[in-house]
């Protein structure tokens, strides 16, 4: 079937009426094929009409010029207990240019369960106009799948809700970054979010959805909180919903439990991404030694196409704790003690051996090598390798975040900033732009530190460094393998900062592929210094920045020794020993350039 332009005139309207329906099941869905190309083809949209309802109800939209080719649409009908009846309209702007046409329209599972002559077994409903045989978790559930609407007769209010009369005795989290909307038809986004609820099927019906445009950012979060429960055994408590994510930039879903009040809980349940433009129902079977609650978290894609739909909660087999959660009491770290100093002689200009008393100069702590013999001067410095194993970041730390540490009113969870990670803690798909093995022990379950894309905004930095580094020999590098892959990386960045000064000595920009890989910079003689890497976000979470295995070789100064260079050695100005071979060789190798003098 297709469309011929007849005249010119403005919004002339070409429609395609379906056949009436009486009803249709649980399960129904329509789909079809539809071709709409041209450069002024304009847009088609199909409508639910439902006796007793004045509007129709948009159940799909092609908006645009599709191409040449055909493209096939899938639309949710759900139950619908009237009549109803389809209409696919096409509008004229006067200057149409193109065609339309629609092709092989199919109806699935529409028809209502077929009647059982017996219905036995503790997991069976006998619905009881329809003589029907249906599992029993649909009982409750807020969709009639019986037909006669027998599975939903005497069910207790108070384990469901529709939102068709507000949230019923769900609450809005406070301690999130802000709140679910209850609503009715379309979200306000074009290509995103539901057009009709679960419930009624139509755009007459509630629901809540969560917002992604404009001020939100990506990953704030909206946590919708249950009432509370008694404790279950066995997962005999189950929780039932039904969730909508369309949308290009559609992030995560997600199902807590917990039984202290003041704690976000433990995840049951996680859906990531665009999972078509659809209601989706999901179960999740709950224990429980006490009692408990759930959370429903959502949080904001990358974007403003990223809403998502939440209707017809329902709970089976749980009862209601009238009481509340205990709470953990929040204790404030008290201020660390400096450990006691062994009797000295040492000047403020001196370090303090530990264990000893002994004075070494300050500008032996943090030179790679141990002066005293506990080895207390190389303690708060950056070690010489450093694999993240343990969760161990081996003296690296963030100066941003040591910041705002004494700020309590910033909270750092969204910043770009760097984190340890490892592969066995990955959602899906993310491994398309961060690591899935560490690159020491190959496996998933290593370590290695990163910088999340999936915090921050276009632009940001992410700073991390050693402490201060006192004092380099003149072969000193420093090697480390870095990952960098994502159709969106950004930059990662070695500096060189000194007290008034910071240089860049490497950059890479860009996808390196999905592997690990080696990088050598050169540091040499160096004093009072830092070393940082700095990773800069792309413009989307489809970029992460990694960084393993970080290695200073050669760092330690070159010693003076307490007696004269041997007749191998040659004696530098500043009184050094290096090999004879080391001369004249480009290198700096006394630290002084005396062993590349033209004077030798």
Known sequence: MFILKKSNSISQVAQLRSPKFRQSGSNCTLSFWYYNYGRSVGAAEMQLFVNGLKQPTVLWRAYYNEGNQWLKAVIQLGR????????????????????????????????????????????????RHTKACIDSSLVCDLVDNCGDGSDEDNCNP?????????????????????????IQGPTP??????????????????????????????????????????????????????????????????????????????????????????????????????????????????????????????FLGCTLYNGNLPTIPTTTSGTSVPATLPMNNCTEEEFVCRASGRCIQTIQKCDFRPDCSDKSDESDCVTEVCDFEDKNQCGWYQPALEQMSGNHSIHSTNIFKWELGRGANLYPGQEKHCPLIDHTTCTEEGWYLFADSSNG????????ATPVISLTGPKCKIIFWNHMNGSTIGSLEVLCKTSNKTS?????????????????????????????????????????????????????????????????????????????????????????????????
């Open 80 to 127: 619908l207990p009237h009549p109803f009846q389809l209409s696919l309209d096409k509008i004229s702007l006067g200057f149409y240019d193109g065609v339309s046409a629609i092709d092989d329209i199919t109806f699935e599972n529409c028809a209502l369960p077929p009647p059982a002559l017996s219905c036995e077994g503790p997991n069976r409903f006998w619905c």
């Open 504 to 600: 860049k000595l490497w950059t890479q920009s860009g996808s390196q592929g999905p592997q690990w890989n080696r990088a050598e910079v050169f540091l040499g003689i160096r004093s009072n210094f830092q070393v940082v890497f700095r990773a800069k976000r792309g413009v989307s979470y489809m970029g992460d920045v990694a960084v393993d295995d970080i290695t200073f070789e050669d760092c330690s100064p070159l010693l003076i020794p307490g007696t004269p260079c041997t007749l191998e050695e040659f004696t530098c100005a500043n009184k050094y020993c290096i090999p004879k071979d080391n001369l004249c060789d480009f290198l700096n190798d006394c630290a002084d350039n005396s062993d590349e003098s033209p004077t030798i």
């Open 457 to 464: 905004e276009f632009g940001h930095t992410a700073d991390i």
């Open 189 to 314: 986004t074009v290509n995103t979010g539901p057009l009709k609820d679960h419930t009624t099927g139509t755009a007459r019906g509630h629901y809540l959805y969560m917002e992604s445009s404009e001020p939100h950012q990506f990953q704030d979060k909206a946590i919708l909180l249950s009432p509370l429960f008694n404790p279950s055994g066995n997962g005999t408590c189950i929780f039932r919903f039904y969730y909508h994510m369309f949308g290009k930039q559609v992030y995560k879903l997600s199902v807590f439990q917990r039984t202290v009040s003041n704690t976000k809980g433990w995840l049951l349940w996680y859906k990531f991404g665009n999972q078509g433009n659809r209601w989706i129902r999901q179960t999740v079977y709950i224990s429980s030694s006490k009692p408990f609650q759930i959370l429903v978290k959502g949080t904001i894609g990358d974007g403003f196409t990223g809403d998502i739909g939440l209707d017809d909660t329902s």
């Open 158 to 182: 108070d384990l469901q809700c529709n939102f068709e009369n507000g949230l019923c005795n769900w609450e809005q989290d406070v301690e999130d970054d802000f709140d679910w909307i209850r």
